[in-house]
T-cell receptor, first 114, second 110 residues
């Protein structure tokens, strides 16, 4: 399967704990995006990388959230001191930089904060 | 007001029916438009891009009205497998993110 992969697929944690999610984009895609989706809503943009550079961050991305893409391939999203309001599906997407605006999504990581 | 607005539905239609979804967007700088499909508890998948002249892909037809900032999706001859949430998506050329509507839920019944 050469699509976007995410790990873990599900995570249950207690409030106050730190969690880290991983995204592996489609191999030739240099652009990577993180979104968050809550029940009944469309995905909301969190942050964007072009290669290893984080070029855009949403105001939704509080200081408890940090994302990295150290070698321009996989990316990690860390949430520190989780809160119940962080419970959501975290989606990663990637796209090629060549004449395509289409983003392809991974299966997501479903986070539940108790 | 949300940047991309959709009727959440659900739209309940019989197999074989024609159904249309509408979407409005508020940012006049939006330049790229898409419809994504999302099955329950799955990731969004690109259904089709929407071009200014309108475009068709099999049973699916998308239309864009830039003056009214309005996008539509028409599904003909609905199949049971079309049951899903349809997300209207816009993008400005200045930004890199996609802005999603809340989705319209379609249920096709036998």
């Amino acid at each position: 399967d050469t699509g976007v992969s995410q790990d873990p697929r599900h995570k249950i944690t207690k409030r106050g704990q730190n969690v880290t999610f991983r995204c592996d984009p489609i191999s030739e895609h240099n652009r990577l995006y993180w979104y968050r989706q809550t029940l009944g809503q469309g995905p909301e943009f969190l942050t964007y990388f072009q290669n290893e550079a984080q070029l855009e961050k949403s105001r939704l991305l509080s200081d408890r959230f940090s994302a990295e893409r150290p070698k321009g391939s996989f990316s990690t999203l860390e949430i520190q001191r989780t809160e119940q309001g962080d419970s959501a599906m975290y989606l990663c997407a990637s796209r090629s930089g060549f004449n395509s605006q289409s983003q392809y999504f991974g299966p997501g990581t479903r986070l539940l904060v108790l | 007001r949300k940047e991309v607005e959709q009727d959440p539905g659900p739209f309940n239609v019989p197999e074989g029916a024609t159904v249309a979804f509408n979407c409005t967007y508020s940012n006049s700088a939006s330049q790229s438009f898409f419809w994504y499909r999302q099955d329950c508890r799955k990731e969004p998948k690109l259904l089709m891009s929407v071009y200014s002249s309108g475009n068709e892909d099999g049973r699916f037809t998308a239309q864009l009205n830039r003056a009214s900032q309005y996008i539509s999706l028409l599904i003909r001859d609905s199949k049971l497998s079309d049951s899903a949430t349809y997300l209207c998506v816009v993008k400005t050329n200045a930004g890199n993110m996609l802005t999603f509507g809340g989705g319209t839920r379609l249920m096709v019944k036998p």
